[in-house]
């Protein structure tokens, strides 16, 4: 408990440095924190949570957010982008967070900008890889900070201060954008978004996975949960494969636990 407080006393003094924070939103536990973090060491007149919304965003993702900026009384200020617009992001290839980040990093930029903010923030955290996140290369050429990460806090040490802070999402999992579900190389349309985003949906309605991924790889769809939710999702795996099959026509259905 001394070593988190004593990183939450050096990201106190990080945000204080700023003045003025914009911070790029997404509901998760990470830029929550931040962003609670932020409102006590500037006051929410000084800090302006913006959440991208787009054909890859999570509705439950967003209403996540929403309740979040509700919960600390301050506005939630929503941006829609069209990254289907984007040729680089619609073709799908290794390199689509990058070009996705850039875009999206870059227009809440321009966005805080009219508000008077200057610094944009990210939620990355100490474990963040990357190594193995493009996006990240995305946010450090344009400036975008990292104080979570700057001062050392770990997903381990983010709960544990979400948890101090009251936010009632510390023990959110993680999660990750639609774009993520589709294999590596396929073109990413409204279509398949659509049909993933509403087969997750359908499926969370009936059952409590923990984590969720409906993933679409052209030739089947693989509905994947993590282990701890497996014998749940084996016990009810007929009914959970009929769901998806009736949005997805003529498509080979698979379950894993991983």
């Known amino acids: 408990m001394e070593r988190l407080n004593i990183k939450a006393d050096l990201l106190y003094k990080q945000l204080k440095s700023y003045g003025k924070l914009a911070i790029a939103f997404s509901g998760g536990v990470d830029s929550s924190t931040?962003?609670?973090a932020a409102i006590r060491a500037l006051g929410k007149e000084n800090v302006l949570p913006i959440i991208c919304s787009s054909a890859f965003s999570i509705k439950n993702v967003e209403n996540i957010a929403r309740d979040v900026a509700k919960a600390l009384n301050i506005?939630?200020?929503?941006v829609n982008i069209d990254v289907l617009e984007h040729e680089d992001i619609v073709s799908n290839g290794e390199d689509r967070c990058y070009h996705c980040k850039r875009l999206i990093f870059s227009t809440l930029q321009?966005?805080?900008q009219d508000f008077g903010f200057s610094v944009l923030a990210d939620?990355?955290?100490f474990d963040?890889?990357?190594a193995k996140r493009p996006g990240a290369k995305a946010a450090t050429e344009l400036g975008v900070v990292s104080p979570l990460k700057d001062v050392g806090l770990t997903k381990e040490d983010i709960r544990a201060f979400a948890h101090e802070l009251g936010l009632e999402n510390s023990n959110l999992p993680s999660n990750s954008c639609l774009a993520t579900r589709v294999k590596t190389g396929e073109i990413l349309t409204h279509k398949v978004l659509k049909m993933i985003a509403q087969s997750e949906e359908e499926i969370l309605q009936s059952f409590d996975f923990a984590r969720l991924r409906v993933k679409y790889l052209v030739d089947r769809v693989v509905i994947e949960v993590s282990n701890r939710d497996s014998e749940?999702?084996?016990?009810?795996?007929?009914?959970i494969i009929e769901i998806v099959k009736s949005i997805f026509e003529d498509v080979l259905?698979?379950?894993a636990a991983v």
Do not use: C, K, P, R
């Open 110 to 112: 321009t966005y805080a």
């Open 232 to 239: 749940q999702l084996h016990e009810n795996a007929d009914m």
């Open 34 to 36: 931040l962003l609670a």
């Open 128 to 130: 963040d890889d990357d």
């Open 75 to 78: 506005e939630l200020h929503i």
């Open 123 to 125: 939620g990355s955290n």
């Open 253 to 255: 259905v698979e379950i």
